[in-house]
C-alpha cells in the first residue's frame, strides 16, 4: 500500500464541511462519519486511505508520516507548531479566536487566562508584554470568567451565539481561522504528482465557493 495516500481526516464539526469539499472537487471521500465508527477507510479504486483522528492529532499524524496529507484548523496548527507543510487554505470552518471577558471586566495584575492554546495565549500576550498566567482547559471554556477560574478566556468565536448566553463579550479578535491542508514534508517530495492534483482540485473548488 505505499503507493496509496493516507489522508488524515478531522472528526467532529469540521468532518462534514471538509467531505464535502472533497466531494465538490470530483474526490472520493467516505460517507459521513455519523453513519460509521470505522477508524481507518480504504477506498481501492483511488487508492485513497482515510483515517479519521482527532482534529488535534491530525498534524501529529502528519508530522510522523502516519498521513501523508490532512486537514486541521489553522488554531490547532498556531498552537502545535508541527512540522509540516501548509498546502492550502481550504476556506471551511471559519471562525475566529478572540480574548473574551465579562462585560465589567478591569485590567488586573498577572490576571488568569484560561484557554484550549496554552502556547497561542502565552505568546500573543507576551508579544504586546503583559503578564498573564495561562491556565489550560480541555472544554467549555467560557465556564472559567463565569465562576472566578480566571478573568479572561481565549477561545473561538463563531456565530457569537455561546458569548451571548452566557453573558460574555469579545474583547479583542486576535486571529482569523479556516482549515488547512498540510502535508508531510517527505511525503509531498516522494508523492508530489498526486498530492499537487488533489491540492489543485481542492484549490478551483474552493476558488468557485469564495467567488460564489
Ligand atoms: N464554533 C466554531 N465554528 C467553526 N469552527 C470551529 C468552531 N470551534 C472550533 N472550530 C474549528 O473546528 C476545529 C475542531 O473543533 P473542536 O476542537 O471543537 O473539535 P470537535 O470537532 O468538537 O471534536 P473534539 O472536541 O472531540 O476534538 C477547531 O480546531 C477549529 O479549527
Ligand atoms: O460562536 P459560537 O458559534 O457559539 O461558537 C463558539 C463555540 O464553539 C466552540 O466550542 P465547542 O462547540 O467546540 O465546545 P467545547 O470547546 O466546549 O468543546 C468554541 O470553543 C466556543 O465555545
Redesign the pocket.
Known amino acids: 500500500m505505499n503507493d496509496w495516500l493516507k489522508v488524515a481526516m478531522?472528526?467532529?464539526?469540521?468532518?462534514k464541511q471538509a467531505s464535502t469539499l472533497f466531494r465538490e472537487a470530483g474526490l472520493l471521500v467516505p460517507e459521513d462519519e455519523d453513519q460509521s465508527r470505522k477508524l481507518i477507510i480504504d477506498i481501492p479504486e483511488v487508492k485513497m486511505q482515510f483515517i479519521m483522528a482527532?482534529?488535534?492529532d491530525v498534524p501529529t499524524y502528519v508530522e510522523y508520516g502516519a498521513a501523508d496529507i490532512g486537514i486541521?484548523?489553522?488554531?490547532?496548527l498556531l498552537e502545535e507548531k508541527r512540522d509540516v507543510y501548509e498546502l492550502l487554505d481550504l476556506g471551511i470552518?471559519?471562525?475566529r479566536m478572540s480574548v473574551i471577558g465579562l462585560p465589567d471586566w478591569k485590567p488586573l495584575t498577572n490576571p488568569r487566562v484560561a484557554t484550549?492554546y496554552p502556547n497561542v495565549a502565552s505568546q500573543y500576550f507576551r508579544e504586546r508584554g503583559q503578564q498573564v498566567e495561562v491556565i489550560k482547559l480541555n472544554?467549555s471554556i467560557e465556564l472559567a470568567p463565569l465562576i472566578g477560574l480566571a478573568d479572561r478566556i481565549v477561545d473561538?468565536?463563531?456565530?457569537g451565539k455561546?458569548l451571548q448566553e452566557n453573558g460574555l463579550v469579545e474583547l479583542e479578535e486576535m486571529f482569523g481561522?479556516?482549515?488547512r491542508l498540510i502535508a508531510n514534508r517527505v511525503s509531498y517530495r516522494m508523492k508530489n504528482e498526486v498530492i499537487q492534483q488533489l491540492c489543485d482540485r481542492l484549490q478551483v473548488q474552493r476558488n468557485v465557493q469564495v467567488k460564489g
Open positions: 478531522p472528526k467532529g464539526r469540521i468532518y482527532k482534529p488535534v486541521v484548523g489553522k488554531d490547532v470552518a471559519r471562525c484550549k472544554g473561538m468565536v463563531e456565530t455561546t481561522i479556516t482549515s
